[in-house]
């Protein structure tokens, strides 16, 4: 398995806009796109900072999914809302699985 941790400052008191992207994201995901899971997590020492831990089977399906054309014209509504609420660029973290339990 392989996973991929964001790490994502929210405009202050857009979390929920952030939490409603994430579930806009879920509805277009495609079965086959190897995703396992996705968790979403809110630092307790700063309310605007935002992770994402995203589980997928392995690198090379999680990036095939990320060029993936189904997903495109969905990911192009969402953009446009993420740069509205986010405060700058993600950050991408990525990760080999060892053990889950």
Sequence with gaps: MWAQLQKVKTKPGREAEILEVFEQLRA?????????RTTLMRSQADPDQIYVLAVF???EKARAREQDPRRQSGL???RATLGDVMDGPPEFVDLSVLLEQ
């Design 57 to 59: 089977e392995s690198e």
């Design 28 to 36: 277009f995901e495609q079965a086959d796109s190897g995703l396992v």
């Design 76 to 78: 192009e509504r969402i």
